[in-house]
Structures are given as C-alpha cells and as structure tokens.
C-alpha cells in the first residue's frame, strides 16, 4: 500500500512513512484489497473544503460542478470552465507561475490564463463544466503528487500548486503536446474527462497499457514510458492505434472511455473543404 500523504510505498505493517514521515492512523494501515483504490474520489460527488462545499450533478455524461463559497473565500479553475455564478462573485484572471509559467501553459495546449473566483461581502455561488460531454471527478488529494492530462484539469482549491512540467518525448502524448500538469497540496481537485472515468489500479510491478488519447491522470508513484501500439510501425499504423503509454505499479490510473481525438476524425469527413467525396451532409443541408 502507499502512504495517504505523500503516496510513497509503504513496508508491511509500517506505523509511519519513511518518506514523508506521516503516521498512520488504524484505517490507513489496513491492507488494501485487490480491486481497491487508492484515488480519493467522493463517492457521493460532494464534500466540503476549506471555506467552500461542492457537488457535481448530471453525471456521468454532462456533469456540472456546483460550488458554494463562503464569504471571501476563492476557488481556481481553468480558464472557460465558468458556467454560471452569483453577482457578488469577483472573477480575476492572470498568468499562473508569471510569463514563463503562461508560455509553457499555452506550449502545453492549455490557456495561459487561469481564473480564480471569490465570493466578495457575503457567501456566492459558482457552477463550472468541461468543454466536452463527460464526467467530472472530485478528487481529495493530501499531499501527494499527482498528474493530469493538460486538457482534464478542471478546478481546484486556491491552495493547490498546479505546474505545466516539460517531460521531453516521454509526456509527448498524442494531442496533448509535450506538457502534462503535476498538482499537489492538500484540498479539492476537480477533472474532466470525455465520456465516463474508469479507474484502474496497479500493484508494484504491475504493467499496464493505455491508449494515450483516453489518460485523464495518474498517481505521481507510477512509471510510464511512452511507445507504439505494436512492433514495427506498419503494424502499429495498420491495428488503428498509435502512441501508447505503458505504466507500471504500483499506482492508480483514471482512463476516460472516449476519445476526443477519434470522434474528430470520425466528424471530419463531413465537414466542407475536409474530404469526403462533396462535403458530407453538413454541406448539402442546404438543399
């Protein structure tokens, strides 16, 4: 098992973290089972934070994010993310982690602005939603690192340090350029995903592998090396399948089961100027 704080692996029967130094309560030190988690999502989709309370409704397929703020108290989100919000909350936009930190955000496919709500004379209101239809996870995090697809990072607490990380051809992940976002602290972390999440858990040494275009996030204590589907490249090219990623445990994964890279593909035929023979239907809808 891992520690709950930091998410280093743990010796058998340990009372404490040698890592981190964190000891364990009775309920961190029961062994896990095979199919358990080690992701803290809620299970009910909703809990309290550090001056806010959340819920996500609609789920799994147009999941919306509500959040209610007490007085003064903020919330950081991914710019567009906002739905809706009460008049007295003030949105503030700017760089995370200066110029240097906006460029590689905007390297990295995300925008280079982050937004941060806070509820101004009394208590607000703020419902947030990805682009794309799918579900929206709550993950409590304590400390440990903890990776994300660039294009799932929904929310978070105001506390939570969110950095773009250069990670060379090895986090070149089809789509989603040569960044992925490592966050840690302790509090509320919100992730989308396109379709529904499915959670995979690793044991040490297990190996695992995941079409690149369906990672949402992962647990800082797993390994991944990136290479193609199959041996040789027209194999690889002809089984529909390109960049994989192959994990190893010990770790959780969270696998989003759509893929928003396919259905484009799927789409583009019918779209003019495209290919397709004509245009397809969208052309043509005008008689």
Known sequence: MNCPKCGAQLMTNATFCGACGHRLSATE???????GHSINIDQDSRGQGR????????????????????????IQAEAGAMV?????????????GGLFGAIKRAAGGESAFMSTFTARGGPGEVTLAPGAPGDVAAIELAGQPFFVQ?????????????????????????????FVLMVQGQGLLLVSSFGAIHRK???????????????VAWEGTTQ???????SGFFRSMMSGEGIVAEFTGPGELLIQTRN???????????FPGQGGGGGGFISNLGG
């Open 201 to 215: 858990r690793l044991r040490a040494g297990e190996r695992y592998v995941v079409d690149t275009g369906h990672l």
């Open 51 to 74: 001056g806010y309370s959340y819920e996500v409704l609609h789920q799994p397929s147009f999941s919306l994010a509500v959040l209610q703020l007490q007085a003064e108290q903020a």
């Open 29 to 35: 030190t029961q062994p896990m089972n095979q199919g």
């Open 150 to 178: 660039s294009s799932s990072y929904l929310a978070g607490d105001a506390s939570l340090t969110v950095d773009t990380k250069w990670g060379g051809a090895k986090s070149f992940f089809s789509g989603e350029g040569l």
């Open 84 to 96: 809706s919000m009460s008049a007295n909350v003030e949105l503030q936009s700017q760089m995370k």
């Open 224 to 230: 991944y090396t990136l290479r193609k589907a199959a």
């Open 260 to 270: 928003l890279a396919a259905l484009a593909g799927l789409l583009k035929p019918f």
